[in-house]
């Protein structure tokens, strides 16, 4: 029995071998041009098939133009890296920001992934961030925290405005709109540099700051050891009744973390509550994202200390959120308003069942598709009764139902703080806060659309020859409010830009301007 065991995990630790070495050198041999151009009919039949509002920023006649110059310029064979490059261009051109394509990237092997887990990369400890196209870095690691604010202008012996004009190219705001673009490069360089070139054991960067040119290398390192003997004599100092206060301390705060939604990569909160200004009077909510942590809890938690307070002025911060549940917004502005609502209008869809479509596309792996096939007919027996058909368009009521508002919803003064990066649900929830006339806005055009975004259940197709995956969703999701022209995000009743003087001197221009209107 035991001899049949180990003679069935060999054999599966050497087909695993093999499929990651098939893996590896399908992506990286050269693809010929036939099977390039396969794969370009493949990209552009699959959007096609499931993508709602393929059409609504470029017409067909000019998507299928930008396609078919695609296919035939694709006239010598390409690695799947190379492919990426050249297919990507007509995808961002395509104006649906959650929409994107992705290189393969090579599977490690165990004793690789190993390797990793003691190494790490300087690199990725830094921050960026882009002011009128120019790359700074933002936040360094403990010991290049004297590198803040010094502005990139080569990586790699490569000019960072080469570099910024070509990702520029690979990625959409929803729409027309461009405020998206700066934010986005600086806060996803370290993403896009990967993407776009693959693992880099060491990369230099070429420096300026305060009048001086200086370079920095970074490297893969061996990660510092935590020196176990340490932790032993902290432990043994601590009494036996200390010891049990910490114990309850410690869970306490990991119930805050999970409730304000703790990145523990970059030691941050996703929500932030504070009250700020003279006497702690005004309310300053920062919301990073509506990802992680328990949102429910905590908006029950904040407004009830905002009611507690008596506080008339809030301040929502929407700055570089990127978005995440659609719930969430909805349930935040469950708070800010005493009237009924609608928060969403329904989703046009291209399929009467579109999250098992987001289920079994050919990315998901095996083991995924076997657990939902049990519970696939019922699924769909849900979702049949949620989709409509009316003139020809298939609907989704996603969220369409009327919502009350909260007991505990404030009644005062709103200003949110908005920018290029206030992205997919932040925007969609900027969205509604300016329809409702409900708050005032400061700060730059948000990166979403006024008039909703292709997203909700996200579909991840790859590719059948440079395992190149394309992603997008498949619900166009929007509130009940509408601008015209279609394209652009919302605007700003004050518009402020801040500069690399308010980073240096750690000053934010558009929260002071608030402050100092709350105050006249």
């Known amino acids: 029995m035991k001899i049949r065991l180990l003679y069935v995990a060999f054999l599966m630790l050497l087909t695993s071998c093999v499929s990651i ?23 552009y039949s699959e959007l096609k098939k499931y993508h709602p509002r393929l059409y609504q920023y470029r017409t067909k006649e000019v998507l299928d ?13 390409l690695n799947s890296r190379d492919f990426y490059k050249k297919a990507v261009v007509v995808i961002s051109q395509m104006g649906h920001g959650h929409t994107a394509i992705s290189p393969p990237a090579k599977i490690r092997t165990k004793k690789e992934r190993k390797l990793d887990l003691k190494m790490k990369n300087e690199f990725n400890e830094l921050k960026f961030e882009t002011l009128n196209s120019k790359l700074f870095i933002s936040e360094g690691a403990e010991s290049d925290s004297l590198l803040i604010g010094a502005q990139v202008l080569k990586i790699n012996d490569e000019d960072i405005s080469d ?78 009744n200390t010891k049990e206060k910490n114990k309850i301390s410690w869970k306490e705060k990991r119930k805050y973390n999970k409730i304000h939604g703790y990145n523990y990569r970059d030691k941050t909160y996703n929500r932030n509550l504070e009250f700020i200004g003279k006497d702690s009077t005004i309310a300053y909510m920062k919301i990073r994202s509506f990802t992680k942590g328990n949102f429910k809890k905590f908006y029950e938690q904040s407004f009830a200390k905002i009611a507690q307070n008596e506080t008339q002025n809030l301040i929502l911060d929407l700055r570089f959120n990127g978005g995440g549940k659609a719930k969430e917004i909805k349930n ?61 368009q298939l609907y989704f009521n996603y969220g369409t139902k009327n919502e009350k508002p909260n007991p505990l919803n404030f009644k005062g003064k709103i200003y949110v703080l908005i920018n290029g990066y206030s992205y997919s649900a932040a925007a969609l929830l900027a969205t509604y806060l300016h329809g409702s006339k409900r708050a005032f806005f400061v700060g730059e055009e948000t990166g979403g659309s006024y008039n909703g975004t292709v997203a909700g259940f996200m579909r991840q197709h790859k590719l059948s020859n440079t395992k190149v995956v394309v992603r997008y969703g498949v619900l166009h999701i929007a509130t009940p409010y509408k601008e ?28 002071d301007w608030i402050l100092n209107e709350i105050e006249k």
């Not at 070495?21 to 990209?43: A, C, G, P, T, Y």
């Not at 300026?208 to 340490?230: G, P, Q, W």
């Not at 502005?333 to 399929?351: A, C, I, N, P």
């Open 21 to 43: 070495k098939k893996h590896n050198e399908q992506i990286s041999k050269l693809h010929s041009v036939k099977d390039l151009r396969k794969d370009i009919d493949e990209l």
């Open 65 to 77: 133009y930008k396609f078919d110059s695609l296919k035939n310029s694709l006239n010598k064979p």
């Open 163 to 240: 570099i910024y004009v070509n990702y520029r190219k690979t990625f959409s705001s929803d729409g027309f709109n461009t405020t998206f673009y700066d934010k986005a490069i600086g806060k996803h360089f370290k993403e896009l540099y990967l993407k776009n070139n693959g693992r880099q054991d060491s990369i230099q960067l070429i420096l300026s700051l305060k009048d001086s040119l200086f370079n920095r290398t970074f490297k893969r390192v061996l990660r510092k050891k935590t020196n176990s003997n340490d932790k032993q004599k902290n432990s043994l100092k601590i009494k036996p």
């Open 332 to 392: 935040l502005y469950s708070y800010l308003t005493d009237k009924q609502f609608q928060f969403y209008t329904r989703s046009e869809v291209k399929t009467r069942m579109p999250l098992l479509k987001v289920i079994y596309s050919n990315s998901t792996p095996a083991f995924t598709k076997i657990i939902f096939g049990a519970v696939s007919p019922f699924i769909a027996m849900h979702r049949m009764f949620s989709v409509e058909k009316e003139n020809g």
């Open 484 to 511: 015209n022209p279609d394209g652009y995000g919302v605007k700003p009743d004050v518009e402020i830009i801040p500069t690399i003087k308010n980073r240096l001197n750690k000053t934010d221009p558009e929260l």
